[in-house]
């Protein structure tokens, strides 16, 4: 009877110390590595004009501290649209694809929990080549950028993710060779501008 009642008592020892680990790997903690990122499609079509891009984004995050993490990414885009080129309507098919990357560090406010908001401080590259009938440039920026973000993990390794772009500085040289740049400096305050995405804790 005793062994069976200390079999039982470690049986119920183990459980709890499972459902222990289980509460606590909610959230992140110092030394995690996730995975995360954005994808992006769409198309629509009037008459014989067509439009269409398609965007994706992986990245990847480390956690230096309880609440810093510094994080990476590295984009890809492509699309088609017909553009007014001349604006008097000679319309004309135009293609674009091109990369960008960013790197930069996050500050996760209650990073050990289901919910957290956190904010970040990246700088970006992105260079992204244009080709129409006769025409043809590549399009370089660089950019400064302050989002707030925030996660929610669903299980112990997955999170739905939305940031929203708050403070932003870019310059772009507008296909260079004597053109005008066009320096960028605002605070995004359109919450219709707000990306979502998943993450994946290792």
Do not use: H
Not at 2 to 12: D, E, P, Q, W
Not at 92 to 118: I, M, Q
Not at 126 to 143: L, R
Not at 163 to 187: H, I
């Amino acid at each position: 009877m005793k062994k069976i009642i200390l079999t039982v008592a470690a049986i119920c020892a183990v459980s709890f110390a499972n459902a222990q680990d289980k509460t606590s790997s909610e959230g992140f903690a110092k030394g995690d590595l996730y995975l995360s990122g954005t994808a992006n499609f769409s198309n629509s079509k009037t008459g014989d004009f067509k439009t269409d891009s398609f965007t994706v984004a992986p990245g990847v995050g480390y956690f230096l501290t309880e609440n810093i993490a510094i994080e990476g990414s590295l984009g890809y885009t492509s699309g088609s649209e017909f553009v007014d080129v001349t604006g008097d309507g000679d319309f004309l098919n135009v293609d674009a694809s091109g990369f960008a990357f960013s790197a930069g560090a996050r500050y996760f406010f209650t990073p050990a929990t289901k919910f957290s908001l956190s904010i970040g401080a990246n700088v970006s590259y992105g260079s992204v080549k244009v080709e129409a009938t006769g025409f043809d440039s590549t399009v370089n920026e660089i950019g400064f950028n302050i989002p707030v973000g925030l996660n929610y993990f669903v299980s112990n390794n997955f999170a739905l993710t939305a940031e929203w772009g708050g403070f932003r500085y870019a310059s772009n040289d507008n296909g260079g060779d004597g053109a005008e740049k066009t320096n960028e400096l605002g605070l995004g305050l359109d919450m219709s501008a707000i990306s979502f995405g998943l993450l994946y804790k290792l």
